[in-house]
């Protein structure tokens, strides 16, 4: 016998668009992208030979107790 007051109501329009079940799921993976991206850039600026040059010598000085 199907005991149909035990399903769950038919679901609106209304209802469907408010529910926000995976929603920070979907965060995550936006501010992951964001993240490789931002660290894509990184990668490019850094295998720069003026950057690499900059960053060296500003790791001497710094290293360098003068």
């Not at 894509?40 to 850094?46: A, F, H, N, R, W």
Request: hydrophobic share 55%; proline share 3%; net charge negative.
């Amino acid at each position: 016998m199907i005991d149909f007051a035990s399903e769950p109501a038919p679901r609106g329009v209304a209802d469907l668009l408010a529910d926000d079940t995976g929603a920070s799921t979907a965060e995550y993976a936006i501010v992951t992208m964001a993240a490789v991206a931002f660290a894509g850039v990184l990668v490019v600026i850094m295998r720069s030979g003026e950057v690499r040059e900059i960053l060296t010598d500003l790791v001497r000085r710094a290293l360098s107790v003068a």
